[in-house]
Antibody, heavy 123, light 108 residues
Framework: EVQLVESGGVVVQPGGSLRLSCVAS????????MHWVRQAPGRGPEWVSF????????SYARSVKGRFTISRDNSQNSLYLQMNSLRIEDTAVYYCARNPPDYFVEGYYFDSWGQGTLVTVSS | DIQLTQSPSFLSTSIGDRVTITCRAS??????LAWYQQRPGKAPKLLIYGAVTLQSGVPSRFSGTGSGTEFSLTISSLQPEDCATYYC??????????FGGGTKVEIK
């Protein structure tokens, strides 16, 4: 069974930093590109960041570019999101999500999701 | 960026009813669309990708149609567990990856 378990969400002050983690199991993690997707309270999902299976290619939403960094450690079956210069509008549940392997053909979508971790940015 | 507009934004309907949700793209996206179901307090769940392909394990009462700029998600006979918010999502054109605004389905 595919499992994605996020952790690291806390209450943090504006301008602060945080690192989220996602541990994968039930599949060969190194074969899959991965994403972070967030959802603010009462809002729809918002894509945040993407990383290829080998970590060589990353991309970011305009709203987080230059502040957030996605990375992965395939030896630990883990995905990370380093979040710096946090803003109140970054408050959301953050999900890690798996993309099917052949994204060049199939496209970018999310076939498995974690349960999410809540990040609250507040003074 | 391509925009995805879902309609209606809210739907109140009865058990056993046929339900259709529409997603319109601001330009031609071929068949590059996915649909998700999100139950309250849960993560989204993939229902359909490639506009028409049912994800493994998803009940056959769910179906997707469309291509180009107009797409639909149909639930052939609404069940109580289908009370959820449904989102469409564009598969290509990344970055960014775009979602529709959502359709909340409520049971009368």
């Amino acid at each position: 069974e595919v499992q994605l378990v996020e952790s690291g969400g806390v209450v943090v002050q504006p301008g602060g930093s945080l690192r989220l983690s996602c541990v994968a199991s039930g599949f060969t993690f190194e074969d899959y590109p991965m994403h972070w997707v967030r959802q603010a309270p009462g809002r729809g999902p918002e894509w945040v960041s993407f990383i290829t299976w080998d970590g060589d290619t990353t991309s970011y939403a305009r709203s987080v570019k230059g502040r957030f960094t996605i990375s992965r450690d395939n030896s630990q079956n883990s995905l990370y999101l380093q979040m710096n210069s946090l803003r109140i509008e970054d408050t959301a549940v953050y999900y890690c999500a798996r993309n099917p392997p052949d994204y060049f053909v199939e496209g970018y979508y999310f076939d498995s999701w974690g349960q999410g971790t809540l990040v609250t940015v507040s003074s | 960026d391509i925009q995805l507009t879902q309609s209606p934004s809210f739907l109140s309907t009865s058990i056993g009813d046929r339900v259709t949700i529409t997603c319109r793209a601001s330009e031609d996206i071929s068949s590059n669309l996915a649909w998700y179901q999100q139950r309250p307090g849960k993560a989204p769940k993939l229902l359909i990708y490639g506009a028409v392909t049912l994800q493994s394990g998803v009940p056959s009462r769910f179906s997707g149609t469309g291509s180009g700029t107009e797409f639909s998600l149909t639930i052939s006979s609404l069940q109580p567990e289908d009370c959820a918010t449904y989102y469409c999502q564009h598969l290509q054109g990344y970055p960014p990856i775009i979602f529709g605004g959502g359709t909340k389905v409520e049971i009368k």
